[in-house]
């Protein structure tokens, strides 16, 4: 990743074999064009094959996504001249667990805040109308609300940690930097009750709850003891589609209010009185809510300006995926489709799309194709919308 090549010196081998989706991004720095001949090791014994050849001109990039059926157990590259090059690997498999088509039933009687004990070792519930604790045995029973609760109160209290206009989700990191996620339900655009949207469940890892989909987020290190969420790194886990409203960690377990509940996993308890209930699994069961799906964009009948770049919009973990692209102009509009397939700032041309005056361009991506980020550009000045389909 950014780093000097020598001609004919091959890389590193890199894990090739026990995926289905592989894609590959070429990155050239130089000032020179580059072939990068892609060598295959079929059987993990050290003879290695040529594979393919891809020429990247002077500054430049390409991708190149790869057949199921493309079967080896490592592969390595070697360039043609000296370089800097970036070479970087999507590598996924489908999720098993098919997208939930749940509607979200957000019932602020239902909503409960939760809290890791300080006095004791049980987990404090606070619901409006109440408080209970979860003791040792999980059971879960009304109680007299103490005063260490009280205190802390103001900061238990679910804060505004996203946005959502017309085109798609906004979070903003520690350094003012605007991040568009996918949507998935209009009940998620103004909640009856406030959802909890980014907790540190595990260390130097944040969870995610933003629009009905689950995210990791790690840590952005280096900014000392409360290190914030480094939104620019963070990956989707699944799309839950249910009321989620608050979760944390307790005594090694995950737990969530609201009356979401992991399919097939887990345990749900319920207090005597029948007013609370609450899930209590693992951070690994997430993935049975069902792969993550959405959609969204960073434009929605958006006035942009020739060449300016929208702000950026995930595609990473997400399956099949499409764009949709129009304009309200009277001449033909290209747009200009960048990725960023490493998440650190980096963007290189995708491809152009030209559409039409009154036209909608539907574009579907290969299948296999990964990106961290994705953003969009037009080369006139135009009211544009850009939406980006991931089923």
Known sequence: MDDPVKAGEPSDPFQFAGWQNRSLHLANDGDAAVKFTIEAD??????????????????????REFPAETSAEWVRLKTDVDT????????SNPNPHPASTATPQIDPA?????????GNRNLQVVTPDGYYEVDETL???????????????PDLKIPVAATVDAASVIVTDHLGRRWRL????AAYDAPATPLRAVREVE????LGNIHGILYEIPRATGKGDLDPPDFQKMKPLATHRSALVDY????????????AAVPGAGRVITSADGKVSLWFGKTDDLWRFGKAV????????????????SEPYLMTNFDKKSVSLSHNGSKPVTFKIEVDAVANGEWHEYTKLTVQPGETLKHEFPPGFGAHWVRVRTDADVKATATFHYE
């Open 42 to 63: 079929a059987n993990g014994k050290g003879t290695w094959q040529p594979l393919e050849t891809i020429s990247v001109p002077a500054h430049g990039s390409a991708h």
């Open 84 to 91: 800097k090059a970036t070479a970087y690997f999507h590598c």
């Open 110 to 118: 239902k909503s409960a805040l939760l809290r890791p004990a300080k």
């Open 139 to 153: 059971n879960l029973a009304s109680t007299d609300q103490p005063e260490e609760v009280k205190k802390v109160m």
């Open 182 to 185: 996918p949507k998935t339900d």
């Open 203 to 206: 260390s130097e890892r944040f």
């Open 248 to 259: 944390c960690t307790w005594r090694g377990l995950l737990v969530m209010s609201g009356g």
């Open 294 to 309: 959405g959609e969204g964009g960073p434009w929605k009948d958006t006035d942009v300006r020739a060449d300016a770049p």
